[in-house]
């Protein structure tokens, strides 16, 4: 389900790794070391080196996606025999370029820079056709596709690779880790993210190959195995959970609400991955908890859930009291009748339902007393509706009980195993009291009394009960 | 009387046709006579076993509460000589029950009460974690909702008969 969330959100599929073949892979890092030393004068040292490598490493990721291949090797190669500039790696990377120059400026810009960096990857497969004609000084003046940009930076900011790119000393293995990030489905990206929290800062080897060795074991996995990949990841894991710290108060915002498996560690909590699962049930089980506000009526003024799973417990004993009620109903009802009607009465059902439909669901249960006094008013006589409408004033008004416990006293027992929504209960009751009264009334029928004996001797075993 | 809302595959007509079909049966046998207390109260037995029933069948088993209901019904019917008519004869897994109280603990004794309770409600509910238990829960009130409308309008009709 979270996998079709993170297909409908137009994030390319799992193909990424799967067709990640070691061919180009090769053909970028050998030429990695050419951009590297062509670069050697946009980027101080240190950043620029990972960034280059970080560079080469995204480029081939999407040249190795399974859309475009050869366009895409085309473009990229293109760039490369290029002059110097960095503009050559990806088209898509034009956004790079520009942070790139920047890059060296600020940290911050190198964050920023890295979330691009991904956009350009990460749009690389769809965004291949529509760039590959385009000049690369044309692409390398424009910074990036600010739509793009915008419609992936949600997705883009919950994956690891951001946050990695983001830190300083680990960025060479983070950023080569992040290149299958992109096209990974929700439980892969959020495995990674969750197996290298659980670890401490390590420092990362990660060439491409060795990540792409662990795309493989990764695209297998669920949730509930991320301790399983954790041993895969060991060689690549950096220190991921310290800079999703530092970066949980900048990346924040944009958590895809269907991306339940995505974990961010936030600033100041526990990264373990036992709070973290602990983490995700909780988000599981509020969100639930907010489904069943909406089905179960009254519920809106509730808050928390102990009060909450009240309510929705009282409103399930309510329920199923009914149905016991009404099949009581019908059981009495039924023996007078004949089922002749029953084709009649299907139509009649369908229909009436429909018009149930909508009224039911108002608010608490005193729309059901009061419907059922509306839907009736030629059934029962003026008795029923009388009593109807009391029990409709407010039916989880407890006062209510005892002024109708004095008008059946033989249910008074019965009332007393009810524990709430009583006057439903007593209602109903009175109407199968009634009704026994009504039914004979309008068909004259000589078991007048045996009806009204069989009702209160239906009520009498129900208290045995 | 438009008959242009009525969806035929949907949870509500399935239950209803299987309903009226049972409430038939149920019915056919008896003659006007029998309304003794003693045959009241078992063919509200009956009724309220055929409407646990037929809403289970519409649900089929897509749901962990159908399919206990079902199962329920079933064993229930087998051991009905075995068991006292009052009693109720579900099965309790100990092992999952507490498995599902670790979870409880783990993530906060808080809801462990009320959970308890729900577990008892829902059918099936005592295999199951609280998140499913929930996501059960939501379903099975929105089939006892459908089973109560048209119960009572079922019950209304025939009394207008």
Known sequence: MENRFFLDAGIPPLHFGSSLSSSPMSDWQSLSPV?????QDCFPTDYGLQYESALSSMVSSPAASNCNMSSESLMMSTPLNSPPKLNLPVPKSMGMNSGVADFSADPGFAERAAKFSIFGSRSFNCRTTQFGPKDNGEIAACRFDPSAANVKLPRVSSSPAIKTLAANSQEESTVSKQHPEPGFKGPNSRKR???PKAK???????????SSKVIKPNEASNEKRCKLSESNENENGSGKAVEEDANGSNTRAPEPPKDYIHV???RGQATDSHSLAERVRREKISERMKLLQNLVPGCNKVTGKALMLNEIINY????QRQVEFLSMKLATVNTS?????????????FQSNNTLQHPIFPVNSSAFLGHQSQQNPPLHGNITNGTMTQCSVDPLDSAICPKLNTHLPQINQFIKTVPQYPTFCEGDLETLVQMGFGQNQSQEMALHSQNFQGSNQVSDMKVEL | MDLQNLNPSSLKSRFTARFLRAL???NAPKTISSSSPREIFQRYRRIKVAADKSMAYSVRSRRIWSRATLWRLRTRSRSRRLVSFGRRASVKTRTTASHGKENKEHHGAVLGVQAEELRELVPGGEAMDLC????????????????VQVMRTIANLYSIE
């Open chain 1, 35 to 39: 951009m590297e030393t062509q670069s």
């Open chain 1, 193 to 195: 993210k969750a197996a």
């Open chain 1, 200 to 210: 401490t800062n390590e420092t990362s080897p990660s060439p491409s190959p060795n």
């Open chain 1, 264 to 266: 961010r560690a936030r």
């Open chain 1, 316 to 319: 399930v004993q309510s329920l």
């Open chain 1, 337 to 349: 009748l004949d089922f002749n009607v029953e084709s009649l009465m299907s139509k009649d059902v």
């Open chain 2, 24 to 26: 038939t049966e149920i």
């Open chain 2, 132 to 147: 499913n238990l929930l996501d059960e829960t939501a379903h099975y009130i929105k089939c006892l909702t459908t089973q």
